[in-house]
Protein backbone atom coordinates (compact mmCIF):
# COMPACT_ATOMS: atom_id res chain seq x y z
CA UNK A 1 0.00 0.00 0.00
CA UNK A 2 1.33 3.78 -0.56
CA UNK A 3 -0.09 7.28 -0.26
CA UNK A 4 -1.19 8.44 -3.15
CA UNK A 5 -0.80 12.05 -2.89
CA UNK A 6 1.11 15.37 -0.49
CA UNK A 7 4.11 15.50 1.38
CA UNK A 8 4.11 11.80 1.81
CA UNK A 9 3.31 10.99 -2.03
CA UNK A 10 4.30 7.61 -2.90
CA UNK A 11 5.76 6.54 0.54
CA UNK A 12 4.82 2.89 0.87
CA UNK A 13 3.75 1.26 3.92
CA UNK A 14 3.30 -2.06 4.98
CA UNK A 15 0.12 -3.13 7.27
CA UNK A 16 0.67 -6.56 9.11
CA UNK A 17 -0.81 -9.03 6.10
CA UNK A 18 -3.23 -10.56 9.74
CA UNK A 19 -5.20 -7.65 10.30
CA UNK A 20 -9.07 -7.81 9.22
CA UNK A 21 -9.44 -4.98 6.71
CA UNK A 22 -10.92 -4.36 3.22
CA UNK A 23 -7.96 -1.62 2.51
CA UNK A 24 -9.74 1.39 0.00
CA UNK A 25 -8.03 0.59 -3.29
CA UNK A 26 -5.82 3.32 -4.73
CA UNK A 27 -8.07 3.32 -7.94
CA UNK A 28 -11.35 4.43 -5.49
CA UNK A 29 -8.69 6.77 -3.12
CA UNK A 30 -7.44 8.52 -6.32
CA UNK A 31 -11.17 9.28 -7.64
CA UNK A 32 -12.40 10.60 -3.79
CA UNK A 33 -9.45 12.55 -3.40
CA UNK A 34 -9.88 14.27 -6.82
CA UNK A 35 -13.31 15.13 -5.62
CA UNK A 36 -12.26 16.19 -2.17
CA UNK A 37 -9.48 18.49 -3.53
CA UNK A 38 -12.03 20.37 -5.42
CA UNK A 39 -14.27 21.18 -2.62
CA UNK A 40 -11.80 21.53 0.77
CA UNK A 41 -8.57 23.36 1.62
CA UNK A 42 -6.93 20.02 3.19
CA UNK A 43 -5.32 22.62 5.74
CA UNK A 44 -8.02 23.99 7.32
CA UNK A 45 -10.30 20.58 7.73
CA UNK A 46 -10.98 18.37 10.50
CA UNK A 47 -11.14 14.80 9.83
CA UNK A 48 -12.97 11.64 11.70
CA UNK A 49 -11.79 8.41 9.77
CA UNK A 50 -14.12 5.45 11.60
CA UNK A 51 -13.08 1.95 11.07
CA UNK A 52 -9.80 3.07 10.43
CA UNK A 53 -8.29 0.09 9.73
CA UNK A 54 -4.98 0.51 8.28
CA UNK A 55 -5.34 3.81 8.66
CA UNK A 56 -4.83 4.49 4.99
CA UNK A 57 -7.00 7.65 4.43
CA UNK A 58 -5.80 9.15 7.94
CA UNK A 59 -2.32 9.20 6.23
CA UNK A 60 -3.67 10.68 2.88
CA UNK A 61 -5.07 13.57 4.91
CA UNK A 62 -2.26 13.78 6.61
CA UNK A 63 -0.23 14.02 3.47
CA UNK A 64 -1.89 16.27 2.72
CA UNK A 65 -1.53 19.37 5.65
CA UNK A 66 -4.21 17.98 7.54
CA UNK A 67 -3.93 19.11 10.88
CA UNK A 68 -6.85 17.75 12.95
CA UNK A 69 -7.62 13.80 12.04
CA UNK A 70 -9.38 11.48 15.01
CA UNK A 71 -9.39 7.62 13.64
CA UNK A 72 -11.17 5.36 15.73
CA UNK A 73 -10.38 1.69 15.09
CA UNK A 74 -11.73 -1.15 17.73
CA UNK A 75 -8.89 -4.17 16.39
CA UNK A 76 -5.79 -4.26 18.62
CA UNK A 77 -3.67 -5.39 15.50
CA UNK A 78 -5.03 -2.10 13.46
CA UNK A 79 -4.73 0.45 16.14
CA UNK A 80 -1.54 -1.05 16.92
CA UNK A 81 -0.03 -0.54 13.31
CA UNK A 82 -1.75 2.88 13.17
CA UNK A 83 0.34 4.01 16.49
CA UNK A 84 3.83 2.99 14.57
CA UNK A 85 2.76 4.98 11.58
CA UNK A 86 2.05 8.02 13.86
CA UNK A 87 5.35 7.72 15.34
CA UNK A 88 7.44 6.60 12.39
CA UNK A 89 5.65 9.34 10.34
CA UNK A 90 4.98 12.26 13.06
CA UNK A 91 1.63 11.96 11.65
CA UNK A 92 -1.14 14.64 13.54
CA UNK A 93 -3.56 11.76 14.43
CA UNK A 94 -5.45 11.82 17.41
CA UNK A 95 -5.88 7.35 17.76
CA UNK A 96 -9.39 6.00 19.94
CA UNK A 97 -9.16 2.83 20.03
CA UNK A 98 -12.85 1.85 20.71
CA UNK A 99 -16.04 0.88 18.87
CA UNK A 100 -17.62 3.04 16.66
CA UNK A 101 -21.04 3.70 17.54
CA UNK A 102 -20.05 4.00 21.15
CA UNK A 103 -17.64 7.05 20.12
CA UNK A 104 -20.50 8.42 18.05
CA UNK A 105 -22.54 8.18 21.03
CA UNK A 106 -20.15 9.82 23.12
CA UNK A 107 -18.86 12.35 20.48
CA UNK A 108 -19.26 15.71 21.05
CA UNK A 109 -16.90 17.54 18.81
CA UNK A 110 -18.32 18.69 15.14
CA UNK A 111 -15.94 17.52 11.52
CA UNK A 112 -15.45 19.17 8.48
CA UNK A 113 -15.21 15.26 6.74
CA UNK A 114 -16.14 12.32 8.02
CA UNK A 115 -15.33 9.04 6.55
CA UNK A 116 -16.68 5.52 7.26
CA UNK A 117 -15.40 2.81 5.44
CA UNK A 118 -16.96 -0.37 7.84
CA UNK A 119 -17.04 -3.62 7.12
CA UNK A 120 -19.32 -4.52 4.42
CA UNK A 121 -20.44 -7.11 6.06
CA UNK A 122 -21.37 -5.28 9.31
CA UNK A 123 -25.45 -5.20 9.84
CA UNK A 124 -26.38 -1.97 10.94
CA UNK A 125 -24.21 0.33 8.09
CA UNK A 126 -27.59 1.55 7.13
CA UNK A 127 -27.84 3.22 10.46
CA UNK A 128 -24.67 5.38 9.86
CA UNK A 129 -26.36 8.32 7.94
CA UNK A 130 -29.21 8.93 10.24
CA UNK A 131 -26.52 8.33 13.05
CA UNK A 132 -23.93 11.07 12.00
CA UNK A 133 -26.17 13.58 10.36
CA UNK A 134 -29.62 13.83 12.67
CA UNK A 135 -28.68 12.04 15.88
CA UNK A 136 -25.37 13.11 16.61
CA UNK A 137 -25.01 15.59 14.69
CA UNK A 138 -21.23 15.63 13.78
CA UNK A 139 -20.70 17.30 11.04
CA UNK A 140 -19.95 20.86 10.54
CA UNK A 141 -22.52 23.50 8.62
CA UNK A 142 -20.59 22.74 5.19
CA UNK A 143 -19.11 19.50 6.27
CA UNK A 144 -19.48 15.93 4.06
CA UNK A 145 -20.37 12.38 5.79
CA UNK A 146 -18.73 9.91 3.23
CA UNK A 147 -19.83 6.34 3.62
CA UNK A 148 -17.86 3.56 1.68
CA UNK A 149 -19.99 0.91 1.51
CA UNK A 150 -20.90 -2.59 -1.26
CA UNK A 151 -22.95 -2.32 -3.80
CA UNK A 152 -25.73 -3.37 -1.90
CA UNK A 153 -26.36 -0.64 0.15
CA UNK A 154 -28.69 2.09 -1.27
CA UNK A 155 -29.00 5.90 0.35
CA UNK A 156 -30.76 6.82 -3.65
CA UNK A 157 -33.76 8.77 -1.19
CA UNK A 158 -31.94 9.93 1.63
CA UNK A 159 -32.81 13.66 1.53
CA UNK A 160 -28.76 14.76 2.74
CA UNK A 161 -27.41 12.48 -0.23
CA UNK A 162 -25.60 14.78 -3.06
CA UNK A 163 -23.55 12.60 -4.46
CA UNK A 164 -23.28 8.77 -5.08
CA UNK A 165 -19.48 7.42 -6.91
CA UNK A 166 -18.90 4.20 -7.99
CA UNK A 167 -15.21 2.30 -8.58
CA UNK A 168 -15.88 -1.16 -9.20
CA UNK A 169 -17.44 -2.80 -6.10
CA UNK A 170 -16.90 0.63 -4.00
CA UNK A 171 -19.61 2.82 -3.57
CA UNK A 172 -18.93 5.99 -1.67
CA UNK A 173 -21.97 8.24 -0.58
CA UNK A 174 -21.69 11.79 0.31
CA UNK A 175 -23.89 13.44 2.07
CA UNK A 176 -24.19 17.08 3.18
CA UNK A 177 -25.04 18.52 7.23
CA UNK A 178 -28.33 19.66 6.42
CA UNK A 179 -30.78 18.24 3.79
CA UNK A 180 -31.00 19.18 -0.11
CA UNK A 181 -33.70 20.14 -2.32
CA UNK A 182 -35.44 17.46 -4.36
CA UNK A 183 -32.91 15.99 -6.70
CA UNK A 184 -31.35 13.23 -8.19
CA UNK A 185 -27.81 12.26 -6.94
CA UNK A 186 -24.52 13.16 -8.97
CA UNK A 187 -23.24 10.11 -9.93
Not at 160 to 171: D, P, Q
Amino acid sequence: MRVISGKFKSRPFHPPQNIPTRPTTDFAKTGLFNILTNNFEFTEVSFLDLFAGTGSLSYEFASRGCERIVSVERDNKCADFINKMKKEWNLPIDLLKMDVFRFINSCTEKFDLVFAGPPYALENIDELPELILTTKKLLKPDGWFILETSPKHLFNTHPNLVRLKIYGETHFHIFTAEPVPIKKPET
